[in-house]
């Protein structure tokens, strides 16, 4: 019997960080609300995907892969034995469980079930969340039915049949929360506020020139700072503060915590954002119009963190600080030439504006239905 728009099934795979989980996440969330009840996500059980997926009552479907090693060693050769391994498990998920089309989000832990694809001539739609691809979509994406990149500077990096430029999907709360309701989360009224924000697990550097930003403005009753630590980070920030005389049950204009699980609010509360260069981070400072500076982790792979900061930087809407140039000095140098310059807070706010203006999940989910025939279904 040949499967309706209800009964089709469908693989989203990627996964160690945000920028390769929550798209899938996003996708998977829009699938659930157009009636589709059979997906199943591809990960590892090691990564942070199989907790947030798991804790949403979700399929998930394990793969031992883990990043390849850049020289050969003992621990190349243990990659080489459980991407054989993953490759073996996803040909036995695919067999049984018979996707109509696969997600993949990009990252290492995608490279099997695309592998599996490619052999089954399972359909299958590619995103890549960073200014330069990955080495799984750069390998992969030639056979991919549809290749989606958030940036268009990346497609001089990549072949393949047909590309789109679609942002990264992110959470609906984007576009259906408004500034006036986030801000009354953290009390604020006419204050500017400056979220500064490392990543879920915090950033040292970034929270060092915080500490100083904080201690600066502590007496500014024009200014808020939310600022979030990270959860490994959070006891030593506290302790840091005590020691500066900014102790957190006397500071009034700072928000301090761990780690924010719907960051939706304090980014859409703020009207300046402190971040990493993160693909995820920067699709949702945008979805919500957001000024930023941006100081791009130097170690990530590829360098990417940088490539997305200068895309940033070029269209405007942000500023560009180098980690290793990053001091509580600068930083709060930087905030008060925004704070002090309206025009180019301004002209900031209106190039934000510009880049995401409606949520990109539908038209992303649109490709990867087209590819597994419900489109066509949902027609007849």
């Known amino acids: 019997m040949k499967k309706n728009q209800h009964t089709k099934t469908f693989f989203l795979t990627g996964g160690g960080t945000g920028g390769h989980i929550y798209p899938c996440v996003s996708i ?32 998930f479907l394990d793969v031992p892969v883990f990043g390849m090693p850049r020289k050969l060693s003992l621990k190349f050769l243990k990659w080489m034995i459980l991407l054989f391994i993953s490759i073996f498990k996803c040909l036995y998920y695919a067999l049984k469980f018979k996707p109509d089309a696969v997600f993949a989000a990009g990252g290492y832990v995608s490279a099997p079930m695309v592998i599996v694809s490619n052999i089954l001539k399972i359909p299958y739609i590619m995103h890549d969340s960073d200014a330069h691809p990955g080495i799984v979509t750069r390998a992969f994406s030639k056979n991919a039915d549809t290749l989606n990149l958030a940036f268009k500077e990346g497609e001089k990096f990549i072949k393949a049949k047909r590309i789109t430029h679609f942002k990264n999907p992110v959470r609906d709360e984007f576009f259906t929360v408004s500034k006036n309701e986030a801000r009354q989360n953290f009390g604020l009224d006419n204050e500017l506020c400056v979220l500064i ?23 500014n009753k024009n200014v808020k700072i939310i600022f979030q630590t990270g959860k490994k980070n959070y006891e030593g920030v506290i302790a840091s503060l005590q020691e500066q005389d900014c102790a957190v049950e006397t500071l009034e204009n700072a928000v301090i915590r761990p780690y924010f699980d719907k960051m939706y609010l304090p980014i859409l509360a703020a009207d300046i954002i402190i971040s990493r260069a993160g693909s995820l981070s920067i699709s949702e400072i945008l979805a919500a119009k957001k000024p930023s500076i941006l100081i791009p982790y130097p170690y990530a792979a590829a360098d990417h963190q940088r ?45 934000a504006s510009s880049q995401i203006t409606e949520n990109p999940t539908g038209k992303i989910l649109d490709l990867i239905l087209d590819a597994a025939g419900a489109l066509e279904a949902d027609n007849n």
């Open 197 to 219: 924000m490392g990543g879920s697990q915090g950033a040292k550097s970034i929270n060092s020139a915080a500490i100083g930003a904080i201690k600066y403005f502590k007496d």
């Open 307 to 351: 490539k997305n900061a200068r895309e940033i930087e070029k269209t405007g809407a942000a500023l560009y600080i180098e980690d290793s140039d990053l001091t509580p000095e600068i930083l709060i140098k930087t905030i008060e030439e925004l704070i002090l310059n309206d025009k180019k807070l301004k002209d900031m706010i209106k190039s």
């Open 28 to 59: 998977l969330n829009e699938l659930k609300k157009q009636g589709y009840s059979s997906i199943f996500y591809v990960g590892n059980k090691k990564n942070p995907e199989f907790e947030i997926i798991t804790n949403m009552g979700e399929n």
